[in-house]
């Protein structure tokens, strides 16, 4: 078993005490780690006439993984480090809040993720999708679109007063809204397309709505992100 939150009792000669608490992102028990968020706060107690005895109790626990650092860095070890400087920031300044973006299973990309603690492992997803772009406009920028037919590919678009003709394209790879949700302002599906320039810089465009739906206005054109 590890401890996730320690309680450090310090008692005070003349029947008082003073309480040190510590929190971990994953379950710990070695002794150095405790030591190393206990110390700074320490230095913050008033010892009075001093201290005549300390009781160290574990608040909460859990299961700890087995960790063995061996030759060779692996991702456990990774994990392992991460979580101990986590740690030692978040218990040495209360303000901070550390946290890490893990896939989440929603429809839209920018709403794709979520935070999580910094040091647990994710889960992957149940679905991996297709090439994605690390790097996503926010929102997604309008542009204006050329298409032999008007539901089809785009061959050339205009973004930032810059046209780019369309060398090779991957698509469509369509994206329903999520209509069960309340939240969901996004009412129309996208069609997504990567694409490529004549400069060889990938694009991640989609065309939201459908030509032809009834009162609905005409489909618009937006990119989303940039590949590398």
């Known amino acids: 078993m ?5 309680f450090l009792k310090l008692y005070r000669t003349y029947a008082s005490r003073a309480i040190v608490a510590a929190a971990l992102s994953l379950p710990s ?14 230095e913050t107690v008033d010892a009075g006439f001093g201290i005549d005895a300390m009781s160290l109790e574990a608040e909460s626990a859990a299961s700890l993984e087995p960790h063995d650092p061996g030759f060779l860095e ?21 303000e901070a809040r550390m946290t890490r973006l893990e896939p989440a299973e929603r429809h839209l990309p920018e709403w794709a993720e979520k ?33 032999e037919v008007p539901d089809g590919p785009p061959l050339r678009f205009k973004w ?27 009412k129309r599906p996208r069609d997504y397309y990567i694409v490529e320039d004549e400069e060889g810089r990938r694009f991640w465009l989609f065309r939201e709505g459908i030509y032809g739906e009834p009162h609905s206005p005409a489909p618009g054109w937006f990119i989303h992100g940039l590949l590398a």
């Open 2 to 6: 590890g401890v996730t939150r320690i």
């Open 29 to 42: 028990n070695y002794p150095l780690h405790l030591a190393r968020l206990l110390k700074p706060k320490l």
């Open 74 to 94: 692996s991702e456990a070890h990774f994990i392992h480090d991460f979580a101990e400087l986590a740690d030692r920031i978040a218990n040495r300044h209360s």
């Open 115 to 147: 935070l999580s603690p910094p040091a647990l492992t994710p889960s992957p997803p149940a679905h991996l999708p297709s090439m994605r772009p690390l790097t996503l406009l926010d929102p997604p920028e309008r542009i204006e679109v050329m298409a």
């Open 160 to 186: 930032r007063r810059l046209s780019h003709r369309i060398l090779r394209m991957e698509g469509p790879e369509r994206i329903a809204p999520e209509w069960w949700r309340e939240e969901e302002k996004v």
